[in-house]
């Protein structure tokens, strides 16, 4: 059938898109056990001590909701819940997951300010901290950053976002979409005083698509109480009400939320720490590759770099997304592709997620020989100069 591997003598295919990614085997059994009555008593058990173990990996010690929903549903919910038609939002335009966003809020009838960047760093706090300045009268409600821009392999200082909105003393509130980051690169809920953190499961977490969450700062649910965008599947207020007994307002995941349960075990006994260093050595390890290779990290900003991904520029007058078919041709490896403006210009290495140092080098492997597949000028050596880095840094 399609959806099984097609390549069956190539050996096992290597999925290094930014998510979804890996499913580690000990989160693919979870998943694997029998379907449990969602309305039964071991349920509310599992539930119970699920939703608090949740809240770990978001740094936080408050609510966070689960919804049975692609990232997507997690940022309708985090505007639907907080905001109310006509309501201005400051948004910035990281790359093309930023410019989704916005066009969301467009739709739902928010009146969103894009502060623009050339797609090649994180969001501009100084720019957000001047908007909120001149807003005297407060009419701006939020504030929406994404902090692990997937279309560019950027990441936005979040923390320097929160000193811009206190500093302006402004009362926004602090949105941020964390879908590809949470897991691989460092988030604070608590800490960076984040109002609701969106975060999805098929990246850091290491789960398959399918499930999506909000983190809630009591000030964003004091917002929900009076915020008029019409909700019912994403209204936290139904989530809320019995998530404290183990259970949910409707059908869970069930399957999913048993592979969330492990993938979060895993993460535990790994220590989340040493689970972002591990993806810090690895992106730092790509990109020594990358620049060997005389080819250019789509981010500008050094210390913006995404530890979960690298987007990498090809040369003028070449096809990243040629040399992306040649890779699965020949290699039996999916890229990330790019995606908007970035169409056939970037391709992307996902690393995060479930990765160990040998998949990282057969990845870089793969696009060193398809580079010379592809015809892609190149300087050989970038596998080995990501070799010489992992085995320096153990
Ligand atoms: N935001 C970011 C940063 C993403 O990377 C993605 C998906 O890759 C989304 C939002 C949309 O999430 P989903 O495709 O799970 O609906």
């Known amino acids: 059938m399609a959806y099984i591997e097609t390549r069956p003598t190539q050996g096992r295919h290597f999925l290094q898109i930014p998510g979804p990614t890996n499913v580690p085997d000990r989160v693919l059994r979870a998943i694997d056990n029998p379907t449990m009555d969602h309305r039964g008593p071991e349920f509310g058990v599992f539930g119970k001590a699920l939703l608090g173990k949740v809240k770990k990996v978001f740094r936080t010690t408050g609510d966070v909701v689960i919804y049975p929903a692609s990232g997507t549903g997690a940022w309708e919910a985090a505007l639907v819940n907080t905001l109310s038609p ?9 790359g093309w997951f930023a410019h989704l966003w916005h066009e969301m ?28 300045q001149a807003d005297q009268g407060h009419a701006i409600k939020a504030v929406c ?9 950027s990441t936005s200082r979040v923390a320097a976002v929160r000193r811009a909105i206190d500093e302006a003393g402004h009362p926004a509130l602090l949105l941020v979409d964390t879908i590809s980051g949470l897991g691989s690169v460092d988030l604070r809920h608590d800490d960076w005083g984040i109002d609701v953190t969106v975060a999805g499961s098929q990246k850091g977490l290491m789960l398959p698509p399918g499930l999506s969450f909000n983190a809630i700062s009591a000030k964003a649910l004091k917002a929900a109480e009076t915020a008029k965008l019409p909700r019912a599947f994403w209204d936290w207020k139904a989530m809320l009400a019995i998530n404290p007994t183990g259970y949910f ?3 869970p995941a069930t399957n999913l939320l048993y592979g969330l ?13 040493a689970v972002l260093a591990r993806h810090d050595r690895h992106a730092e390890a790509t990109r020594r590759a990358v620049r060997h290779w005389g080819l250019e990290v789509q981010c500008a900003e050094p210390e913006e770099y995404s530890s979960a991904l690298t987007a990498v520029r090809v040369p003028e007058g070449h096809s990243a997304d040629g040399l992306r ?8 490896m999916s890229l990330g592709n790019g995606l908007g403006r970035l169409k056939d210009r970037v391709f992307r290495i996902g690393h995060l997620g479930d990765l160990g140092d040998l998949q990282l080098m057969g990845t870089l492997s793969g696009v060193e020989m398809g580079l010379k597949v592809a015809g892609i000028p190149y300087s050989p050596g970038g596998a080995q100069a990501a070799m010489d880095y992992l085995s320096g840094n153990g």
Not at 261 to 273: K, P, R, T, V
């Open 325 to 332: 078919a040649a890779i699965l041709e020949r290699f039996n």
């Open 86 to 94: 006509g309501d201005r939002i400051v948004m910035c335009e990281t």
């Open 249 to 251: 307002p409707y059908t």
């Open 261 to 273: 349960d492990a993938a979060l075990d895993m993460i535990e006994e790994a220590g989340l720490d």
């Open 145 to 153: 950053v994404v902090h692990n821009e997937t279309s560019t392999g």
């Open 105 to 132: 809020a467009t739709r739902l009838a928010l009146k969103p300010e894009l502060i623009p960047t050339d797609w090649r760093r994180g969001a501009d706090a100084a720019a957000i901290g001047e908007a909120l």
